[in-house]
């Protein structure tokens, strides 16, 4: 990562480029503000505050999209307050130890890199939310706990989405293969739990039965007695608009279902054999993710 100390006291500045550099960082320094001002481009730049305020809030401005940590000799409105609304990351007063500076600095490299995650998932979750939103839905009247009925796991995980986006609660997503404590829970959250139908019939009944009475919404492509539950269809545009051959369904059927549901239940809803869903598979080249 390249840094840039924007600091007067020369001795200082060089004595943090070369502790930084054996961190891994890349360092430059600038004595003087124009020499901040360039247009390059750096992840992290340490602006000491012992500058003129007016050319000081323009490296400010100049370094907007980067780390900015203020190094500073004292604690007031015009060291700390003043420039942290004008866009500062944090501050650390001077004398202080490299390693707390380094913390600093990789605190903030994370924020950077999840922000940049959350921006590209909520892109995504979007893009997820306009297929698979139920268009009448009112979601301030959903109550939970919640079983979601569909073939497809997609479509669960749209109406998920959709949900925390529009109650404003956190949601944890679990695997019901994994073991996990409902009530390390965090406050205005709720629990999303897939993949519950690859559990055995009898751990699949205990899970849902220690789950009553609490936050969470479960996919299940089969119906399960007691709970809230909503079905989800297919998005209207992928769905079926002609008859199908028997042979045709059969493999719409397991293209649906695949995804959450073993062969054995498969072959249950269809009222076939195994051997005949994999005689299937073989005929339409249908082979299960890994």
Not at 24 to 46: K, M, N, P, Q, W
Not at 48 to 58: G, I, P, R, V
Not at 100 to 124: A, D, G, P, Q
Request: glycine share 2%.
């Amino acid at each position: 990562m390249r840094v840039l100390i924007v600091e007067n006291e020369i001795y200082l500045a060089q004595s943090i480029a070369s502790k930084l550099v054996e961190f891994g960082y890349s360092c430059e320094i600038a004595t003087h503000i124009f020499e901040a001002l360039r247009d390059d481009r750096y992840d992290v730049v340490l602006l000491s505050t012992s500058f003129n305020s007016k050319e000081f809030y323009k490296v400010i401005d100049n370094h907007k999209n980067s780390i900015i940590i203020l190094l500073i000799s004292y604690i007031s409105s015009d060291t700390v307050s003043n420039p942290m609304k004008a866009g500062v990351s944090d501050y650390i007063q001077k004398p202080f130890m490299i390693e707390e500076l380094v913390r600093k600095i990789k605190f903030f490299e994370s924020f950077k890199r999840y922000e940049m995650l959350n921006e590209t998932y909520n892109i995504m979750l979007e893009s997820a939310m306009i297929i698979n939103k139920p268009t009448s839905l009112d979601y301030k009247k959903i109550k939970l706990p919640l079983i979601i009925h569909s073939s497809k796991i997609q479509i669960s995980d749209g109406f998920v989405f959709s949900y925390s986006k529009e109650s404003g609660l956190n949601c944890k997503i679990v695997d019901a293969k994994l073991s996990f404590d409902i009530k390390a829970l965090l406050p205005n959250s709720f629990v999303y739990i897939r993949n519950i139908d690859e559990l055995s019939p009898d751990s699949r009944l205990n899970l849902i039965e220690s789950l009553r009475g609490t936050p969470t919404i479960i996919h299940s492509a089969s119906d399960h007695i007691g709970f809230n539950s909503l079905s989800l269809g297919e998005p209207r545009a992928a769905m079926m608009s002609d008859i199908l051959s028997i042979d045709e369904y059969v493999k719409q059927m397991i293209l649906l279902y695949q995804d959450v549901l073993p062969d054995t239940e498969i072959s249950k809803k269809l009222g076939i054999s195994r051997k005949s869903i994999w005689e299937r598979r073989k005929k339409h080249d249908i082979y299960r993710q890994k």
